[in-house]
């Protein structure tokens, strides 16, 4: 299974982007899917998810601005970044849960794409 993350950027505060990722390979089920992000210095942190059943969770510091989404056909989750401030500036990962066509259960990692808000 592989992880393809997109929409790596830099924008200013104020602006939108989009990030996306795909899994792709020998997939029977996706569960939970996610993002995550690291600032420079900081921890890992979570800021979204959303459950097979379409159930959401965010951060309380991107509450209204952000909206994770995902599309189980393409085995995608997106992220719709708006109103992006300079405290969102990190890498982004997208982590999803997969049975795999064995029957096993992973959760898998994108590679971490760099979103830079300028003040």
């Known amino acids: 299974v592989q992880l393809q993350a997109s929409g790596r950027g830099l924008v200013q505060a104020g602006g939108f982007l989009r990030l996306s990722c795909a899994a792709s390979?020998?997939?029977?089920?996706?569960?939970?899917m996610g993002w995550y992000r690291q600032a420079p210095g900081k921890q890992r942190e979570l800021v979204a998810t959303?459950?097979?059943?379409?159930?959401?969770n965010y951060v309380d510091s991107v509450k209204g601005r952000f909206t994770i989404s995902r599309d189980n056909g393409k085995s995608t989750v997106y992220l719709q970044m708006n109103s992006l401030k300079a405290e969102d500036t990190a890498v982004y990962y997208c982590?999803?849960?997969?049975?795999?066509?064995?029957?096993?259960?992973?959760?898998?990692w994108g590679q971490g794409t760099l979103v830079t808000v300028s003040s």
């Open positions: 390979g020998s997939i029977f089920s996706i569960n939970t």
């Open positions: 982590k999803i849960g997969i049975l795999t066509i064995t029957r096993a259960r992973y959760d898998y």
């Open positions: 959303i459950t097979s059943g379409g159930t959401t």
